[in-house]
């Protein structure tokens, strides 16, 4: 992925320079944010660092924030901050938690915010949910998709009790790519587990013969044959007669809400896109059926690659590129 990121205030000690309380928020935001580009650059991702040090008042440093960001072609946009208001720097037990802004809520900036918002809940941070705003300055003015992570509070003795950068830093980029984090002996990011490729054409064709009954010969090259077999499944799927052709009513098919798929889905549809992508080469995961931030994350590379709208999902364009 190409991805901007940027502590959203001036540094401490300069105007709008963020909430200030048990934790700072500028200096807490600067350090996840840094810590998070290591590990989104050792994890072989492009990141654009784009926050701003010298700006003259809040709306100065917000202008030259989304201007570093539009100077950039990426796939989302992400502003880190910190939230407060809980006035408990006591603590009473109950930590203030995690939220993190969109513009809509049909955009694929909220797929990444609920995915962020999971992992860091599972720091032990509540879930405070995605929060929706046309109000705020870098979401409404950033080209590509933005989010803006509310960490947690910096006025919460319970927040900053269970608050530490690294741990944060990697929930934010497990939810952004899908991918753990671990952390070898000399400290730098090994590649995880999950990204070793699971799935084969091999494993694609077999799941095709069980599905559809059929004998298909089960080696790693997909020809027209296994094409007609993935194309009967998808008619199969949407009830409509088997040709094993992409014709007119595959088409109208294609067009079928019930045919587009998401994050959070799961079933053959899902496996018969997976596997689709494995045929493409990009898929690097299990035919598990279910539609997770990897899939999510491929079926962007696919859309970028193609031209298609850059949504994240399987709908009409997608289903056409891969069975047309």
């Known amino acids: 992925m190409r991805i901007n990121i940027h502590a959203g205030h001036n540094p401490d000690g300069r105007t709008a320079c963020g909430a200030v309380s048990l934790l700072r928020e500028s200096t807490e935001a600067r350090l996840v944010k840094d810590k998070v580009i290591t590990y989104l650059k050792e994890l072989g991702h492009t990141v654009y660092d784009c926050t701003v040090d010298n700006g003259s008042s809040q709306y100065d440093v917000l202008a030259k924030i989304v201007r570093n960001c539009n100077s950039h072609t990426v796939d989302l946009d992400i502003s880190i901050h ?28 909220s797929h990444y915010a609920e995915a962020i918002a999971k992992n860091i809940s599972a720091l032990g941070f509540r879930n405070r949910g995605i929060k929706i705003s046309k109000d705020l300055y870098v979401l409404a003015n950033t080209r590509a998709e933005a989010l803006l992570i509310e960490c947690c509070f910096v006025d919460d003795k319970d927040d900053v009790n269970l608050y530490n950068a690294d741990d944060m830093a990697k929930a934010i980029v497990t939810g952004i790519t899908g991918q753990s984090i ?11 587990e999950k990204l070793i490729p699971c799935a ?3 494993d694609f064709t077999k799941w095709l013969n069980s599905y559809l009954k059929i004998d298909l010969p089960i080696d790693d090259i997909f020809d027209e044959n296994d094409k007609k ?6 008619q199969k799927m949407g009830s409509i007669p088997v040709t094993g052709r992409w014709d007119t009513g595959s088409g109208k098919l294609a067009n079928r809400s019930a045919m587009h798929i998401r994050l959070g889905n799961n079933g053959n549809l899902v496996k018969l896109l997976q596997g689709m992508l494995i045929v493409n080469g990009i898929y690097f995961g299990e035919l598990h059926g279910i539609f997770d931030l990897n899939t999510t994350n491929t079926v962007l590379h696919f859309q970028k690659y193609w031209n298609l709208n850059l949504h994240g999902i399987a709908g009409t364009q997608v289903w056409k590129k891969l069975l047309g």
């Open 182 to 192: 671990s952390i070898g002996p000399a400290g730098s990011v090994q590649p995880p």
């Open 82 to 109: 910190f939230n407060s208001g809980r006035n408990d720097t006591a603590g009473d037990g109950s930590n203030g938690g995690t939220e993190v802004w969109v513009y809509r809520p049909d955009s694929t900036a």
């Open 200 to 202: 084969t054409i091999e």
């Open 229 to 234: 077999a993935a194309i009967s499944a998808f």
